[in-house]
């Protein structure tokens, strides 16, 4: 009988995030979590001879969303770049699971044309003993260059 060992399961702070904006590589050491999601657009077809609805996937959309630590300008100073100049700004974020415990491997996922939905441009909380943010955004592409592997039998 199969089942999965608890050491397989993946530690959410085994892994790296990077971002990469116009060629140049940025760390996310303040990531506390990240998050995207591939949802599927469908449209909704009726046919003679069937009183049920069917449906017909019609394409996708990417989101996602993260929380960082309020320690950075990186991301705020792209939302001001693109309210004062109207310059977009599109980029790739790269996200690495990789718990050198399990024996699954590390997973590698490039999320490409990501694009910034809502930044915090000014924050204070006198109940909070570090402050954070959310940041939004969309993308459009993704690659998945290195992929988890099965649990070994030990």
Known sequence: MAFLSAKDSISGQEGRAYAKVNGVVEELFYLKDLEATAEKQKAEIRTLGRRGTQHKATGWTGTGSMTIYYVTSYFRKMMYDYIKTGKDVYFEITVTNDD??????????????????????AKLDTESDALDEEVSFTYDDVEIPEHFKAPSAN
Not at 102 to 119: A, E, F, M, R
């Open 100 to 121: 050198p415990t399990s024996t699954i491997g590390k997973q590698t996922t490039v999320l490409k044309g990501c694009n910034l939905d809502s930044v915090i441009l």
